[in-house]
Protein backbone atom coordinates (compact mmCIF):
# COMPACT_ATOMS: atom_id res chain seq x y z
CA UNK A 1 0.00 0.00 0.00
CA UNK A 2 2.97 2.50 0.38
CA UNK A 3 4.31 1.93 -3.19
CA UNK A 4 1.14 2.74 -4.02
CA UNK A 5 0.40 6.05 -2.55
CA UNK A 6 3.70 6.67 -4.82
CA UNK A 7 3.54 4.95 -7.75
CA UNK A 8 -0.91 6.18 -8.28
CA UNK A 9 -0.48 9.33 -6.73
CA UNK A 10 -3.56 10.74 -8.80
CA UNK A 11 -5.26 7.39 -7.77
CA UNK A 12 -6.78 7.82 -4.47
CA UNK A 13 -8.52 4.80 -4.75
CA UNK A 14 -5.96 2.27 -5.03
CA UNK A 15 -4.29 3.82 -2.20
CA UNK A 16 -7.10 2.84 0.08
CA UNK A 17 -7.38 -0.75 1.40
CA UNK A 18 -10.57 -1.52 1.25
CA UNK A 19 -10.65 -0.64 -2.57
CA UNK A 20 -7.73 -3.22 -2.63
CA UNK A 21 -9.58 -5.47 -1.42
CA UNK A 22 -12.39 -4.58 -3.68
CA UNK A 23 -10.37 -4.93 -6.63
CA UNK A 24 -7.64 -7.52 -5.76
CA UNK A 25 -9.65 -10.24 -3.84
CA UNK A 26 -13.31 -9.88 -3.80
CA UNK A 27 -13.94 -10.32 -7.48
CA UNK A 28 -17.23 -13.49 -8.21
CA UNK A 29 -15.05 -15.39 -10.30
CA UNK A 30 -12.02 -15.24 -7.89
CA UNK A 31 -12.19 -19.41 -7.20
CA UNK A 32 -9.59 -19.37 -4.78
CA UNK A 33 -10.55 -16.14 -2.59
CA UNK A 34 -6.71 -15.32 -2.33
CA UNK A 35 -5.13 -11.66 -3.83
CA UNK A 36 -4.93 -11.83 -6.82
CA UNK A 37 -1.74 -9.35 -7.22
CA UNK A 38 1.76 -11.30 -7.50
CA UNK A 39 5.30 -9.23 -6.45
CA UNK A 40 8.76 -10.02 -6.95
CA UNK A 41 11.38 -9.48 -4.57
CA UNK A 42 14.76 -8.26 -4.79
CA UNK A 43 17.21 -8.26 -1.22
CA UNK A 44 13.61 -8.59 0.63
CA UNK A 45 12.05 -5.30 -1.44
CA UNK A 46 9.06 -5.41 -3.95
CA UNK A 47 11.03 -4.55 -7.21
CA UNK A 48 7.73 -5.59 -9.75
CA UNK A 49 4.77 -6.47 -9.10
CA UNK A 50 1.64 -7.11 -11.90
CA UNK A 51 -2.12 -7.49 -10.25
CA UNK A 52 -5.40 -9.00 -12.34
CA UNK A 53 -8.99 -9.61 -12.11
CA UNK A 54 -10.45 -13.30 -12.39
CA UNK A 55 -12.82 -13.33 -15.40
CA UNK A 56 -15.55 -16.00 -17.01
CA UNK A 57 -15.49 -15.20 -20.81
CA UNK A 58 -17.84 -16.75 -23.60
CA UNK A 59 -16.46 -16.64 -26.79
CA UNK A 60 -17.12 -18.72 -29.63
CA UNK A 61 -20.24 -20.15 -27.47
CA UNK A 62 -17.40 -21.85 -24.68
CA UNK A 63 -16.80 -20.65 -21.29
CA UNK A 64 -13.03 -19.99 -20.94
CA UNK A 65 -11.10 -19.01 -17.94
CA UNK A 66 -9.80 -15.44 -17.76
CA UNK A 67 -8.69 -11.86 -16.47
CA UNK A 68 -7.88 -8.59 -17.16
CA UNK A 69 -4.09 -7.33 -16.49
CA UNK A 70 -3.59 -4.37 -14.66
CA UNK A 71 -1.12 -2.57 -12.40
CA UNK A 72 1.71 -3.98 -14.24
CA UNK A 73 4.99 -2.02 -12.44
CA UNK A 74 8.73 -2.80 -12.56
CA UNK A 75 10.57 -0.44 -9.49
CA UNK A 76 13.71 -1.56 -11.30
CA UNK A 77 12.86 -1.01 -14.82
CA UNK A 78 14.64 -4.08 -15.45
CA UNK A 79 13.26 -7.33 -17.63
CA UNK A 80 12.39 -9.16 -14.07
CA UNK A 81 8.93 -7.72 -14.12
CA UNK A 82 8.46 -10.47 -17.33
CA UNK A 83 8.47 -13.36 -14.97
CA UNK A 84 5.20 -12.42 -13.21
CA UNK A 85 3.46 -11.67 -16.87
CA UNK A 86 4.25 -15.55 -17.44
CA UNK A 87 3.00 -16.66 -14.11
CA UNK A 88 -0.42 -14.83 -14.47
CA UNK A 89 -0.72 -16.08 -18.18
CA UNK A 90 -0.05 -19.58 -17.31
CA UNK A 91 -2.95 -19.97 -15.32
CA UNK A 92 -5.83 -18.09 -17.83
CA UNK A 93 -6.38 -18.30 -21.35
CA UNK A 94 -8.24 -15.17 -22.19
CA UNK A 95 -6.36 -12.46 -21.00
CA UNK A 96 -7.45 -8.75 -21.64
CA UNK A 97 -5.14 -5.65 -21.05
CA UNK A 98 -7.05 -2.08 -21.68
CA UNK A 99 -5.53 0.96 -21.44
CA UNK A 100 -1.78 -0.11 -21.65
CA UNK A 101 1.42 1.63 -21.97
CA UNK A 102 3.47 2.05 -25.38
CA UNK A 103 6.21 -0.14 -23.24
CA UNK A 104 3.66 -2.72 -22.47
CA UNK A 105 2.46 -2.61 -26.24
CA UNK A 106 5.94 -3.56 -27.55
CA UNK A 107 6.06 -6.86 -25.51
CA UNK A 108 2.69 -7.87 -26.24
CA UNK A 109 3.56 -6.93 -30.20
CA UNK A 110 6.48 -9.20 -29.47
CA UNK A 111 4.22 -12.19 -27.61
CA UNK A 112 2.54 -11.64 -30.73
CA UNK A 113 -0.92 -10.73 -29.04
CA UNK A 114 -3.14 -8.84 -31.19
CA UNK A 115 -3.50 -4.87 -30.32
CA UNK A 116 -6.03 -2.60 -31.51
CA UNK A 117 -4.82 1.34 -31.44
CA UNK A 118 -8.01 3.20 -30.73
CA UNK A 119 -10.48 2.24 -28.49
CA UNK A 120 -13.91 3.11 -30.68
CA UNK A 121 -16.22 5.37 -28.70
CA UNK A 122 -18.78 6.93 -29.98
CA UNK A 123 -20.36 10.74 -28.02
CA UNK A 124 -24.04 12.19 -27.85
CA UNK A 125 -24.18 15.72 -27.36
CA UNK A 126 -27.05 17.32 -24.74
CA UNK A 127 -25.68 20.97 -25.37
CA UNK A 128 -23.55 21.74 -28.89
CA UNK A 129 -22.81 25.41 -27.87
CA UNK A 130 -21.23 24.72 -24.51
CA UNK A 131 -19.99 21.44 -25.98
CA UNK A 132 -18.46 23.65 -28.33
CA UNK A 133 -17.18 25.96 -26.03
CA UNK A 134 -15.49 23.74 -23.71
CA UNK A 135 -13.79 21.46 -26.05
CA UNK A 136 -12.68 24.22 -28.43
CA UNK A 137 -14.04 23.07 -31.50
CA UNK A 138 -14.05 25.42 -34.35
CA UNK A 139 -14.58 23.98 -37.56
CA UNK A 140 -17.98 24.53 -39.32
CA UNK A 141 -18.81 20.88 -39.83
CA UNK A 142 -17.79 19.82 -36.46
CA UNK A 143 -20.15 22.39 -35.01
CA UNK A 144 -22.64 21.38 -37.27
CA UNK A 145 -22.42 17.34 -36.02
CA UNK A 146 -22.66 18.85 -32.10
CA UNK A 147 -26.47 20.76 -33.71
CA UNK A 148 -27.10 17.44 -35.50
CA UNK A 149 -26.74 15.20 -32.57
CA UNK A 150 -28.10 17.29 -30.11
CA UNK A 151 -31.40 17.96 -32.01
CA UNK A 152 -31.85 13.95 -32.81
CA UNK A 153 -31.63 13.24 -29.23
CA UNK A 154 -33.22 15.90 -27.79
CA UNK A 155 -36.20 14.49 -29.97
CA UNK A 156 -36.64 11.73 -27.76
CA UNK A 157 -39.61 11.57 -25.78
CA UNK A 158 -39.41 11.34 -21.54
CA UNK A 159 -39.24 7.67 -20.64
CA UNK A 160 -42.08 7.79 -17.75
CA UNK A 161 -42.49 4.65 -16.34
CA UNK A 162 -40.86 2.32 -18.78
CA UNK A 163 -37.60 1.76 -17.07
CA UNK A 164 -37.14 0.27 -13.98
CA UNK A 165 -34.19 1.69 -12.23
CA UNK A 166 -32.49 -0.98 -9.90
CA UNK A 167 -29.98 -1.18 -7.02
CA UNK A 168 -28.91 -4.43 -7.53
CA UNK A 169 -28.96 -7.50 -10.15
CA UNK A 170 -30.38 -10.86 -9.19
CA UNK A 171 -26.46 -12.72 -8.25
CA UNK A 172 -28.19 -15.74 -10.06
CA UNK A 173 -29.03 -13.89 -13.57
CA UNK A 174 -27.17 -14.02 -16.77
CA UNK A 175 -27.15 -11.75 -19.13
CA UNK A 176 -26.76 -12.98 -22.77
CA UNK A 177 -26.17 -10.57 -26.12
CA UNK A 178 -29.54 -11.81 -27.69
CA UNK A 179 -30.19 -8.68 -29.28
CA UNK A 180 -26.68 -8.93 -31.41
CA UNK A 181 -26.20 -10.56 -34.14
CA UNK A 182 -22.20 -10.39 -34.64
CA UNK A 183 -21.07 -10.18 -30.64
CA UNK A 184 -19.39 -13.32 -30.14
CA UNK A 185 -16.91 -12.60 -27.29
CA UNK A 186 -17.42 -11.30 -23.85
CA UNK A 187 -16.70 -11.01 -20.40
CA UNK A 188 -20.00 -12.97 -18.38
CA UNK A 189 -22.32 -10.11 -17.48
CA UNK A 190 -23.90 -12.32 -14.72
CA UNK A 191 -25.57 -10.78 -11.68
CA UNK A 192 -22.92 -11.04 -9.22
CA UNK A 193 -20.30 -9.60 -11.65
CA UNK A 194 -22.48 -6.25 -12.20
CA UNK A 195 -23.13 -6.44 -8.37
CA UNK A 196 -19.59 -6.23 -7.96
CA UNK A 197 -18.76 -3.89 -10.56
CA UNK A 198 -21.10 -1.19 -9.96
CA UNK A 199 -22.98 -1.60 -7.07
CA UNK A 200 -20.47 -3.16 -4.60
CA UNK A 201 -17.67 -0.71 -5.91
CA UNK A 202 -16.14 1.33 -2.92
CA UNK A 203 -16.75 5.13 -3.35
CA UNK A 204 -18.39 5.22 -7.07
CA UNK A 205 -21.60 5.96 -7.81
CA UNK A 206 -23.29 4.57 -10.88
CA UNK A 207 -27.18 3.97 -11.96
CA UNK A 208 -28.47 1.04 -13.44
CA UNK A 209 -31.40 0.10 -15.42
CA UNK A 210 -33.35 -2.96 -16.17
CA UNK A 211 -35.34 -3.93 -19.33
CA UNK A 212 -37.56 -6.56 -20.58
CA UNK A 213 -35.61 -9.52 -22.46
CA UNK A 214 -32.28 -9.48 -20.41
CA UNK A 215 -32.03 -5.75 -21.12
CA UNK A 216 -29.92 -3.54 -19.38
CA UNK A 217 -27.79 -0.46 -18.90
CA UNK A 218 -25.37 1.16 -16.28
CA UNK A 219 -24.12 4.90 -16.42
CA UNK A 220 -22.58 7.45 -14.34
CA UNK A 221 -22.57 11.01 -14.30
CA UNK A 222 -18.97 12.72 -14.02
CA UNK A 223 -18.77 16.62 -13.21
CA UNK A 224 -15.70 18.37 -14.77
CA UNK A 225 -13.08 19.61 -12.72
CA UNK A 226 -13.78 22.86 -11.99
CA UNK A 227 -17.19 23.81 -13.59
CA UNK A 228 -20.48 23.44 -13.47
CA UNK A 229 -21.03 21.23 -16.34
CA UNK A 230 -20.85 17.36 -16.20
CA UNK A 231 -20.31 14.52 -18.48
CA UNK A 232 -22.04 10.82 -18.32
CA UNK A 233 -20.21 8.03 -19.02
CA UNK A 234 -22.21 5.11 -20.19
CA UNK A 235 -20.61 2.16 -18.85
CA UNK A 236 -22.71 -0.64 -20.38
CA UNK A 237 -25.59 -0.49 -23.07
CA UNK A 238 -27.07 -4.16 -23.40
CA UNK A 239 -30.29 -2.58 -25.22
CA UNK A 240 -31.50 -3.22 -28.95
CA UNK A 241 -35.34 -3.18 -28.82
CA UNK A 242 -37.60 0.21 -28.80
CA UNK A 243 -36.35 -0.16 -24.67
CA UNK A 244 -33.12 1.32 -25.71
CA UNK A 245 -34.73 4.57 -26.99
CA UNK A 246 -36.72 4.23 -23.14
CA UNK A 247 -33.54 3.46 -21.27
CA UNK A 248 -31.59 6.46 -23.11
CA UNK A 249 -34.26 9.13 -22.40
CA UNK A 250 -34.32 8.01 -18.89
CA UNK A 251 -30.14 8.82 -19.24
CA UNK A 252 -30.86 12.11 -21.05
CA UNK A 253 -33.48 13.45 -18.33
CA UNK A 254 -30.84 12.71 -15.48
CA UNK A 255 -28.12 14.51 -17.52
CA UNK A 256 -30.23 17.65 -17.98
CA UNK A 257 -31.00 18.13 -14.42
CA UNK A 258 -27.14 17.71 -14.14
CA UNK A 259 -25.87 20.07 -16.24
CA UNK A 260 -24.64 17.19 -18.79
CA UNK A 261 -22.78 18.25 -21.56
CA UNK A 262 -22.28 15.09 -23.42
CA UNK A 263 -22.46 11.64 -23.10
CA UNK A 264 -19.97 8.94 -24.29
CA UNK A 265 -20.08 4.99 -24.80
CA UNK A 266 -16.49 3.38 -25.49
CA UNK A 267 -17.23 -0.18 -26.68
CA UNK A 268 -15.13 -2.76 -29.10
CA UNK A 269 -18.21 -3.63 -31.01
CA UNK A 270 -19.57 -1.79 -33.65
CA UNK A 271 -22.95 -3.16 -33.92
CA UNK A 272 -23.61 -2.39 -29.94
CA UNK A 273 -22.30 1.44 -30.49
CA UNK A 274 -24.38 1.39 -33.29
CA UNK A 275 -27.40 1.25 -31.66
CA UNK A 276 -26.28 4.26 -30.10
CA UNK A 277 -25.39 6.07 -32.82
CA UNK A 278 -29.19 5.19 -34.56
CA UNK A 279 -30.39 7.41 -32.09
CA UNK A 280 -28.02 10.68 -32.37
CA UNK A 281 -24.99 9.50 -30.82
CA UNK A 282 -22.01 10.24 -33.12
CA UNK A 283 -18.90 7.93 -34.31
CA UNK A 284 -15.28 8.33 -34.69
CA UNK A 285 -15.84 9.69 -38.35
CA UNK A 286 -18.52 12.47 -37.40
CA UNK A 287 -15.07 15.02 -36.36
CA UNK A 288 -12.89 16.51 -39.20
CA UNK A 289 -10.90 18.54 -36.29
CA UNK A 290 -9.93 17.07 -33.27
CA UNK A 291 -11.94 14.59 -31.39
CA UNK A 292 -13.52 15.35 -28.48
CA UNK A 293 -11.37 14.63 -25.13
CA UNK A 294 -12.60 11.83 -23.03
CA UNK A 295 -10.35 13.08 -19.58
CA UNK A 296 -12.88 15.45 -17.14
CA UNK A 297 -10.77 15.73 -14.03
CA UNK A 298 -9.11 17.44 -15.40
CA UNK A 299 -10.54 18.57 -18.87
CA UNK A 300 -6.96 16.95 -20.70
CA UNK A 301 -6.38 15.59 -24.32
CA UNK A 302 -4.81 12.47 -23.88
CA UNK A 303 -3.48 10.08 -26.35
CA UNK A 304 -6.26 7.19 -27.73
CA UNK A 305 -6.71 4.50 -25.39
CA UNK A 306 -4.30 1.56 -26.49
CA UNK A 307 -5.76 -2.06 -25.65
CA UNK A 308 -5.29 -6.10 -26.60
CA UNK A 309 -6.89 -9.21 -26.18
CA UNK A 310 -4.71 -12.57 -25.77
CA UNK A 311 -6.83 -15.35 -26.63
CA UNK A 312 -5.65 -19.32 -28.19
CA UNK A 313 -3.95 -20.37 -30.14
CA UNK A 314 -1.35 -18.42 -27.81
CA UNK A 315 2.24 -16.93 -29.33
CA UNK A 316 1.06 -17.42 -32.83
CA UNK A 317 0.44 -14.97 -35.22
CA UNK A 318 -2.91 -14.14 -35.60
CA UNK A 319 -6.06 -11.47 -36.07
CA UNK A 320 -8.76 -10.50 -33.36
CA UNK A 321 -12.00 -9.34 -34.95
CA UNK A 322 -12.14 -7.12 -32.27
CA UNK A 323 -15.57 -5.85 -33.46
CA UNK A 324 -17.05 -9.00 -32.17
CA UNK A 325 -15.97 -8.44 -28.81
CA UNK A 326 -18.17 -6.75 -26.29
CA UNK A 327 -15.84 -5.20 -24.30
CA UNK A 328 -16.36 -1.83 -22.85
CA UNK A 329 -14.79 0.92 -20.63
CA UNK A 330 -16.56 -0.78 -17.68
CA UNK A 331 -13.94 -3.85 -18.42
CA UNK A 332 -10.47 -3.36 -16.68
CA UNK A 333 -10.08 -0.49 -14.88
CA UNK A 334 -10.15 2.17 -17.13
CA UNK A 335 -13.29 3.69 -15.34
CA UNK A 336 -12.28 3.72 -11.80
CA UNK A 337 -12.75 7.15 -10.32
CA UNK A 338 -9.42 8.81 -10.78
CA UNK A 339 -8.29 12.52 -10.14
Known sequence: MELFKGIYAHNPRLQERDYF????????????????????????DISSFLGYVPLEVRHGGVVHGGCWLMN???LNRDGAALG??????????????LGITQEAARIYEALKIPILDCFPRWVGVLDAEKAAELFEIRDGADKRALRESARRLGSLSASGGLVDRVGRFADEEEFLPRGFKTVDGWVRRTGRFLNWRYADIPRHSYRMLRGAGGQFAVYRVETITGRRESAIRILEWWAWDEWRKNALSAILEDGRRENAVILDFFCFSGEVGGRLEDLGFMGRDSFRGRPIPYLFRPLHRADEIVSAI????????RDADFGRWYITKGDGDLDRVKL
Do not use: I
Open 84 to 97: LLSKVMEGHDCRFM
Open 21 to 44: EWQFRNSPFNAEGDYTLWVQRKNG
Open 310 to 317: DAPPHRNA
Open 72 to 74: WHS
